[in-house]
Structure formats: C-alpha cells, structure tokens
C-alpha cells in the first residue's frame, strides 16, 4: 500500500473514530463521566480532515482522539494565552458555550501544528487514572486472602507514572459499605458500590513489602513536562480526578518507586527472578493490555503461565478490551499448570463505581 493509500483509508478510520468517541466516549448517558467540551469537538473534528491529520501517525492509534485534546490542553497548560482558553471551564470561570468553540480549536491547531503533531508522537496515553485504585483494591485484598496473609510483592505492567502502584497509602470510602485505609493521606477516593453483592471489607489494608513497575515509557513526577501530559490527559470538566491527581503525584515525590524502563516481554522475566521469597506474587495492569498488540499480550501471559511452574502468583487486570460493554475486573490464579479465572466486577472507567459479580 503507497502513502496516500494508507493515509486515505487512516483518515476514513479517524473519521469513524471521532464520531464515535464524541458520542460514546465523551458523550456518556453517566454525566459525571462525560465531556460535553470534547464531544462537541470530536463530532465537529470527525468533519475536518486537515485536523484529524494532525494525529494520523500518533503513538495509539485507536486512542488518537485523546491524543489530540490532549496536546491542545497541555498546550494551553503551557501559558500560551489564546481565545480558545475561554472554552475550557477548567481554565476560565464562566466558560463560554461549547457550540461556539471549534473554530477557535480549529484555529489553534493549525496554528500549532507542528507541536501538536510532536506531542502525540512522543508521549501516549497513559492516564495514570488514581481512581481505579478502589476497584484494584478489592481485588488485591483477595489475593492477600488467597496466598494465606502473606505480604504482597507487587507488579504493575504500564504503571505509567506509578501512582497506582501507592494503593496502598491511599484512603477508600465505598459509602455505606465502609472504609478503610488512611483519612490523613491526601488521596482520598470515594467509589459507589452498584450491586447487592460485595465483599466484606478488611480491617486493614494489605501489607506491601516489595513493588516494581515495568513501562515502555514511564513518566518520572519529577520532570514537569511529563507531568503537564498527565494533566492533559484529564478532561476539562473532571475537577476531581484533576485534584486526586495532583495529590498523587505529590505522594510520588515523596516516596520513590522502581519502575524499569523497556518491554514487559523482555524485562517480565528479570523482574519476577527479583521477587523476594515469602510474599505473595501479583502482577496487575489497568488499562494496559488493551493498548497492547494482541501478539505481545498473549506473549506476556504466556510468560507469567511459565513462572508459575516454578511459583504460585496471581494476576489481577481490569481492561476494557474491544467487544465489551464494561470494564472488567478479573482475577487470574496460577498455580503450577492450572489458571483459574475469576469475574469479580465491572467497573467504570475512572473508578467512579463498581458493580460485583463475584463475592468470595
């Protein structure tokens, strides 16, 4: 296929793409989890072949709507004073109405072509969503439970900029359900339970002894530009996750974390061989393995089966892959040749709620 093949049938993909995540993605019926801003914008974009060519070649192809409003706010993060501003009601305090807006992103784009089209292929999207701890929790409670009290030794595959991998100092309010973990740490997450079934809070968080992340590119809390893409990546409406993020990041700089730079399948092996005796092995990811090629997805699980010859661990995932309606939290069990597979919950998408399936 030439150049102007591929470009023709990635354009009639990002049209499709557009039009759909303005509707479904941005434009979800559960209005705190929607972006009225953006999903105007990316109907109006689906429209507009010079913009969407401005994404054609960014790092996540089936993402490239976010990658763009992405790189538009963190642009406007950056200081550049410019009329658009006056849209984002994260930026201004009575934003102006949404259906005026897309000249005014379509002028800023072309006006910032070249940095825009730099943005979205060097960083990807790594939303480093804190609120999806509440449902990792849950899970992590049961692995604790499961490798009979023993203190956990932790691996997040895509830890991005490792705010997940604190779960552990953070607290959780699950409403009339209970608490538990820390009221004075600064990252507090409420999540709403939606289902009659849930499992029994434990009295105290699981003890953590070792943790280590794996990321083809992680993000490092010191350096304020990585940190600005974090930031864009939140949706101009979302207060909240804006707040919680900034709480977690200043807990990352305060306590370091391990993460190592390259691919899960080349580094996977040398990480577990670090895995200290007497713990509890499990490996998770969140929203990860759906950016991940099928190929090396399966290659990576395909490595974890093989250590589990040798040692019991578990894998805990909530991945919205293609095909499904919800999120899904899962639960793995290794053991020896035998994996068992668990459907604990689904759960939307920053943690907002979550609805079992299982209650053991």
Same mark, same amino acid.
């Not at 699950?174 to 740490?185: L, N, P």
């Given at each position: 296929?030439?150049?102007?093949?591929?470009?023709?049938?990635?354009?009639?993909?990002?049209?499709?793409?557009?039009?759909?995540?303005?509707?479904?993605?941005?434009?979800?019926?559960? %209005?705190?989890?929607?972006?009225?801003?953006?999903?105007?914008?990316?109907?109006?974009?689906?429209?507009?072949?010079? +913009?969407?060519?401005?994404? #054609?070649?960014?790092?996540? =192809?089936?993402?490239?709507?976010?990658?763009?409003?992405?790189?538009?706010?963190? #642009?406007?993060?950056?200081?550049?004073?410019?009329?658009?501003?006056?849209?984002?009601?994260?930026?201004?305090?009575?934003?102006?109405?949404?259906?005026?807006?897309?000249?005014?992103?379509?002028?800023?784009?072309?006006?910032?072509?070249?940095?825009?089209?730099?943005? /979205? $292929?060097?960083?990807?999207?790594?939303?480093?969503?804190?609120?999806? &701890?509440?449902? #990792?929790?849950?899970?992590?409670?049961? /692995?604790?439970?499961?490798?009979?009290?023993?203190?956990?030794?932790?691996?997040?595959?895509?830890?991005?900029?490792?705010?997940?991998?604190?779960?552990? =100092?953070?607290?959780?309010?699950?409403?009339? =359900?209970?608490? +538990?973990?820390?009221?004075?740490?600064?990252?507090?997450?409420? &999540?709403?339970?939606?289902?009659?079934?849930?499992?029994?809070?434990?009295?105290?968080?699981?003890?953590?002894?070792?943790?280590?992340?794996?990321?083809?590119?992680?993000?490092?809390?010191?350096?304020?530009?990585?940190?600005?893409?974090?930031?864009?990546?939140?949706?101009?409406?979302?207060?909240?996750?804006?707040?919680? +993020?900034?709480?977690?990041?200043?807990?990352?700089?305060?306590?370091?974390?391990?993460? %190592?730079?390259?691919?899960?399948?080349?580094? #996977?092996?040398? /990480?577990?061989?670090?895995?200290?005796?007497?713990? $509890? /092995?499990?490996?998770?990811?969140?929203?990860?393995?759906?950016?991940?090629?099928?190929? %090396?997805?399966?290659?990576?699980?395909?490595?974890?089966?093989?250590?589990?010859?040798?040692? %019991?661990?578990?894998?805990?995932?909530?991945?919205?892959?293609?095909?499904?309606?919800?999120?899904?939290?899962?639960?793995?069990?290794? &053991?020896?040749?035998?994996?068992?597979?668990?459907?604990?919950?689904? &759960?939307?998408?920053?943690?907002?709620?979550?609805?079992?399936?299982?209650?053991?």
């Amino acid at each position: 296929m030439d150049a102007s093949m591929f470009e023709e049938k990635e354009v009639a993909y990002l049209e499709q793409s557009f039009t759909q995540h303005g509707i479904s993605s941005f434009g979800r019926a559960d %209005v705190a989890n929607a972006s009225p801003l953006y999903s105007w914008l990316a109907q109006q974009a689906a429209l507009d072949q010079e +913009i969407l060519r401005l994404v #054609l070649h960014a790092n996540t =192809r089936p993402q490239r709507p976010h990658m763009l409003f992405a790189a538009v706010q963190y #642009l406007l993060f950056s200081g550049i004073q410019d009329e658009l501003l006056e849209f984002y009601p994260n930026l201004t305090t009575n934003a102006r109405p949404r259906e005026e807006a897309y000249p005014y992103f379509r002028a800023f784009c072309l006006r910032h072509a070249n940095e825009i089209i730099r943005l /979205v $292929t060097t960083y990807g999207v790594q939303n480093n969503e804190v609120g999806r &701890c509440a449902d #990792l929790l849950l899970a992590f409670d049961r /692995v604790a439970r499961l490798g009979g009290g023993n203190p956990l030794a932790m691996i997040e595959l895509g830890p991005s900029a490792g705010l997940n991998m604190l779960w552990d =100092r953070y607290g959780y309010d699950y409403g009339e =359900r209970g608490y +538990i973990g820390d009221r004075e740490s600064p990252v507090q997450l409420y &999540c709403e339970p939606r289902s009659d079934i849930f499992p029994p809070l434990p009295k105290t968080i699981p003890v953590v002894s070792w943790r280590m992340g794996i990321d083809l590119n992680p993000i490092d809390v010191h350096d304020e530009r990585a940190v600005r893409w974090l930031r864009a990546l939140i949706w101009p409406e979302h207060r909240d996750r804006a707040q919680r +993020i900034e709480a977690a990041i200043t807990m990352a700089r305060q306590h370091p974390l391990s993460i %190592v730079t390259g691919d899960a399948v080349d580094r #996977l092996p040398e /990480v577990l061989a670090q895995v200290p005796d007497e713990t $509890t /092995v499990c490996i998770y990811h969140s929203y990860a393995m759906n950016q991940t090629p099928l190929p %090396v997805r399966m290659r990576i699980f395909e490595q974890i089966a093989d250590f589990a010859q040798t040692r %019991v661990l578990f894998r805990v995932s909530e991945e919205w892959y293609a095909g499904m309606s919800q999120a899904e939290l899962e639960l793995f069990w290794y &053991c020896g040749s035998e994996i068992r597979r668990e459907k604990l919950a689904e &759960c939307e998408s920053h943690g907002r709620w979550i609805k079992f399936t299982h209650s053991s």
